[in-house]
Every structure is written in structure tokens, then in C-alpha cells.
């Protein structure tokens, strides 16, 4: 899987630099202190624990309207980066210890988890490209009813609505409906496609071509994914044998068993959020993940995760293609709407065309924070597979080093 084309960080630097500070200032404390090589490692590795801990009672603390939104979704990749981040500095700081059992084989067990958190950022970059998919023909039935829903060019503005517009918007409303359709319903497969982030998508050729094909097209084409993977199955394999650590391993790596298990742990359950929001192929959300309440950060991510489960067992979302709050505030909106249009009688009562109107004008709502947040959303995925490969990269160079020593 490429991943050559690493170009920066996407995460604002504030919230990193925000972030190192406060860990550069809990070991200044702790050198203060009268046993300064432990008590800075201890204050090193409780900082992480801390700053994990706080990062999630912060993502736990929105209101259900907004968990699961494009901006929550994006918060959370930033504490994830984050995260990462620091979890890399105590690596780096701590070497000498890295290198030596049992602290040798954790580390390759977390990053052999990543590698596998590797596919699930390809597959939701795929569920992303769907959304846009979707985006288009919302845009469709925009510029067929609207008025003015912030679509450059779309000379609508003040149009009556006549018998053409409304047959334009109810075909684009019905391949929307039918490409919204979960995967286990429609019955398709996603097939092959070899790209990943390593590669730019230069088709732009066929992007005319597309346009103009019902929607349920686009259910069949997969980039980065064989037709056999799953995302169920992916997570599985992240989470298995993630066990809490034996205090033996404690005592043997000196305390860095203990941010290992964490980051393993927030792997988890970012790769499983974004498969609950986005689009993926067999979506499946009955990982087990389980945390010891004595963990500071346990307690708002279980929590998360409860919310995140009782969210998929509603009645309205249980066979949703993705829990993103867009996509289900857009499959309301086009619903109504094509219940609507299906009543409409020519000519076009003036109270009819008003009820229409404010359908249309919700819709645009919705197209509007699509537009806004998909893209930061899919640049920051991207961000997550560099950051993800690059600190695999430099973490076995590591080892191979030690090793060589040795």
C-alpha cells in the first residue's frame, strides 16, 4: 500500500502545540521533584493518560444532535492525531527500554494493528467518495426546485416549477434512494479497484460519464478493497487480543506496557466510529470493546460507545448505509420531499409550491454542510494512513536497530 506522497499535517498546530506543552510542562514538574529520572517517566506516562482521558470527556460531553456529525467525526481523527503524537514522543523518549523484552514484541503488536487500521482508512475514503457521489445528484434536485440553495451558476433563481423540473428532481431523488440503500439490502458487491492514498485519482475523464448514471452505479465501485474484505472483520482483527496488561508486563517495561494498551485501545475505537458513520462494505459494529473503569479515559469512551450502539438500534437507523448525522438528515429530507413531489397536481398551487420550497430549502441545508466538511473530513483520513505509516516506519527502524546492536 503506497504511502509516498505524505504532504504535512492536516491537524491545526495549535491543538498539537497545545498538547506537547502541557506534557513538556508536567516533566518540568516532575524534574523539580527530588527523584527526577522516575518521577519524570512517571509524570511522562500519567500526562498521556491525562490528556487521553480529558480528549474523550470532551468528545463525550455534545449533545446527541451532535455526536456523529461531520464535525464531530472530525474532532475525533484530531484526537487521534494527537494522540499518536504523543504516544510517539514517549517512544521516542524511552528507546533504551523500546528495544528490550517484553517491551519489543508489544510495540510490533500494536503495529501490526495499525497496519490493519490501514484498510479501514482506505474503505471509509471510498464511503466518502460515495457521500460525494451523493452530493451530486442533491444538486440535481437543487437546481431542478430550488431558488437559490448556494449552488454557483445554478440560474434558478426565481424560476416557477413546471412539470420538467419536478420529473428531473423525482429521478435524481429515486437514485438517491437507491443508492442509499445498505450494502446487506442492495445486495451488491463492491468490487475491485487498486488505489489507495498513495495514489491520486486522475479519472477525471470519466467524472461526465458518472454524472449522468443512476446512482446505484457507484455501489459497485470500490478502490482500495478486494470484493472479500469486510469491515467487521477488519475491526475484529484490530481488537483481537488487545488484553488489559499483566502486571508482570508492568513491572518488565517499566510502565510503557500501559500507553501501548491505550493507543491500541483508542485504534479501536476511532477505526470503529468511522465505520459506524461512513459508508463501508459489511459494515458491523459488534466489536467488543471492553476497558477497565480504573482507566481515567475508559469511563467517556465506554460511554461513546454505548451512545454509538444505541444510536444503530433505532428504528429509523438500523438499516442506514452510515450513522453520519448528514446522511440521515439527508435521507429525511429527500424522503419528504419525494413523498411530496408524488402528490404535486399541475398547475402548481401556490401553497404546494410554498411547502415545496422550504423541502427544497432543507435539502440545501444539508447539501451545504456536506459540501463544507467532506472535504477536511476525507484530508483528514489521509492524514491519520501518513501519520499511521510513518510512525510504523520509524518505530521498526527502531527495533531493527536495537536488534542489530544486539
Not at 247 to 270: E, I, K
Not at 366 to 378: H, I, N, S
Request: charged share 25%; glycine share 6%; with cysteine.
Amino acid at each position: 500500500m503506497p504511502a509516498t506522497d505524505y504532504q504535512g499535517s492536516s491537524t491545526p498546530l495549535t491543538i498539537i502545540g497545545r498538547s506537547l506543552l502541557s506534557m513538556k510542562r508536567d516533566q518540568v514538574h516532575a524534574l523539580e521533584s527530588p527523584n527526577d529520572g522516575s518521577a519524570s517517566h512517571d509524570f511522562e506516562l500519567g500526562s498521556f493518560q491525562r490528556q487521553v482521558a480529558d480528549r474523550f470527556q470532551d468528545l463525550a460531553s455534545v449533545p446527541p444532535d451532535e455526536l456523529l456529525s461531520l464535525p464531530w467525526v472530525r474532532k475525533l481523527l484530531d484526537v487521534f492525531l494527537c494522540c499518536q503524537e504523543e504516544f510517539r514522543l514517549i517512544l521516542f523518549n524511552n528507546k533504551a527500554q523500546v528495544i528490550k523484552p517484553p517491551m519489543d514484541r508489544l510495540i510490533a503488536e500494536y503495529y501490526e494493528r495499525t497496519v490493519k487500521a490501514l484498510d479501514v482508512c482506505n474503505a471509509i475514503r471510498d464511503g466518502i467518495e460515495q457521500i460525494k457521489q451523493w452530493q451530486k445528484l442533491l444538486e440535481i434536485v437543487l437546481c431542478a426546485l430550488g431558488d437559490n440553495n448556494g449552488i454557483a451558476n445554478n440560474n434558478c433563481c426565481q424560476r416557477a416549477l413546471g412539470e420538467g423540473q419536478f420529473r428531473r428532481a423525482k429521478k435524481a431523488l429515486i437514485d438517491l434512494a437507491i443508492g442509499m440503500l445498505d450494502e446487506k439490502d442492495s445486495g451488491q458487491a463492491l468490487s475491485h479497484r487498486n488505489r489507495s492514498f498513495g495514489r491520486n485519482n486522475n479519472s477525471t475523464s470519466h467524472s461526465k460519464d458518472h454524472h449522468h448514471r443512476p446512482l446505484g452505479h457507484f455501489r459497485s465501485l470500490s478502490w482500495s478493497v478486494s470484493r472479500s474484505w469486510s469491515a467487521a472483520k477488519q475491526l475484529l482483527a484490530i481488537g483481537n487480543n488487545l488484553a488489559v496488561p499483566r502486571g508482570s508486563d508492568v513491572v518488565a517495561t517499566n510502565g510503557l506496557v500501559m500507553p501501548v494498551y491505550t493507543m491500541g485501545c483508542v485504534l479501536l475505537f476511532v477505526m470503529w466510529a468511522l465505520v459506524a458513520a461512513i459508508p463501508c462494505q459489511d459494515r458491523g459494529l459488534q466489536v467488543h470493546i471492553y476497558v477497565p473503569r480504573h482507566f481515567s479515559w475508559a469511563g467517556p469512551l465506554l460511554s461513546l460507545h454505548e451512545r454509538i450502539l444505541e444510536e444503530s438500534k433505532k428504528r429509523d437507523r438500523k438499516n442506514a448505509c452510515g450513522l453520519l448525522r448528514e446522511i440521515y438528515q439527508m435521507e429525511k429530507c429527500t424522503r419528504l420531499l419525494g413523498e411530496l413531489t408524488d402528490t404535486v397536481q399541475f398547475p402548481l398551487g401556490e401553497e404546494k409550491e410554498m411547502e415545496v420550497r422550504q423541502r427544497v430549502k432543507e435539502l440545501g441545508q444539508v447539501f451545504d454542510a456536506m459540501k463544507e466538511g467532506l472535504e477536511p473530513l476525507e484530508k483528514q483520513v489521509r492524514e491519520v494512513f501518513h501519520r499511521i505509516v510513518r510512525s510504523r516506519t520509524e518505530g521498526l527502524d527502531s527495533l531493527g536497530r536495537g536488534n542489530n546492536t544486539e
